[in-house]
């Protein structure tokens, strides 16, 4: 064997190994999400507590957040987690079973995959740099739709309404892309009428930049709310965007050294197939 089809090898499998770890990360950040429950719910006591005072000291009603589990709105998130760690622990046993072991089936089938990923790479990340719309409009439609029918107020206890209460007070925001995402909603409760001097909401309470301590809504009501006292204009989408993704220098310069990193591992791959191939090497051969 040539010294630099040694040098693949030894390339291919460290660079799996690394990329094994890194699934093993995802697996294990999916399972914490799903079942990590008590550590997740510690980290926003702080503003469920201030929901649940808020609550209380503006007269508006009781709030027991004591049974609202953030896994149960994480699910979806942590099954993806689960199962993107899990297919990227399968494909780098590919690579380092196929590289270290010469095994013939299971470096065409890294090939073969990593040549797949690398083509729905460069698809998404046109769709969502290049043409953002496609991706983002339904988006943040399906999350409008789903305020407009379950949306209850700070005294909801659906999964909906204290997960929107949660993230608005927390990531400090409004709505997916401003407060007119709650007019019109279903199950919205604005009239505080016998509340203080009488209040009809713009806005969901958890808008407020400081929730309410007493009868006084006014953070909150028509003609009163502002984006002193409110984040009624600033989009929980975006924001959260933002933070994970908004980057786009950064962001495709990363994405594009990674390609260009899969293109190096699908070369070496087909390196080693020809290797293999010149040698006349089966598995039950070594």
């Not at 199950?187 to 203080?196: A, L, P, R």
Request: hydrophobic fraction near 50%.
């Amino acid at each position: 064997m040539s010294f630099l089809t040694g040098l693949c090898r030894v390339f291919i499998v460290v660079v799996n190994i690394f990329f094994l770890l890194i699934g093993l990360a995802f697996f294990g950040l999916g399972l914490f999400l799903r079942f990590g429950s008590a550590i997740i719910n510690d980290y926003i006591d702080s503003v469920k507590q201030q929901l649940e005072a808020s609550a209380t000291d503006s007269t508006v009603g009781t709030l027991d957040l004591s049974n609202f589990d953030i896994s149960e709105m994480l699910f979806g998130l942590a099954l993806g987690l689960i199962f993107f760690g899990l297919f990227l622990i399968i494909i780098t046993v590919f690579g380092c079973c196929g590289g270290c072991c010469k095994i013939k089936w299971m470096l065409i089938a890294y090939v073969v995959i990593c040549g797949v990923l690398l083509i729905a790479q460069i698809v998404v990340i046109g769709i969502l740099y290049g043409s953002p719309d496609t991706f983002h409009d339904p988006a943040k439609q399906k999350l409008v739709d789903q305020i407009q029918s379950d949306y209850v107020g700070l005294l909801g206890t659906d999964i909906v309404s204290m997960g929107w209460n949660v993230i608005m007070q927390q990531m400090k925001c409004c709505g997916v892309n401003d407060y007119k995402d709650f007019t019109g909603a279903a199950k919205w409760v604005i009239d505080y009428s016998s509340v203080g001097t009488g209040y009809t909401l713009m806005t969901p309470l958890s808008c407020c930049k400081t929730l309410p301590s007493s009868d006084d809504l006014s953070c909150a009501a028509i003609g009163t709310a502002t984006e002193t006292n409110n984040y009624l204009n600033t989009g929980c989408y975006d924001e959260i965007w933002d933070i994970a993704l908004g980057n786009q220098s950064i962001m495709i310069g990363v994405l594009v050294g990674v390609g260009v990193f899969q293109i190096a591992l699908i070369v070496i791959g087909i390196l080693l197939l020809l290797e293999i191939r010149k040698n006349k090497t089966t598995p039950n051969e070594d």
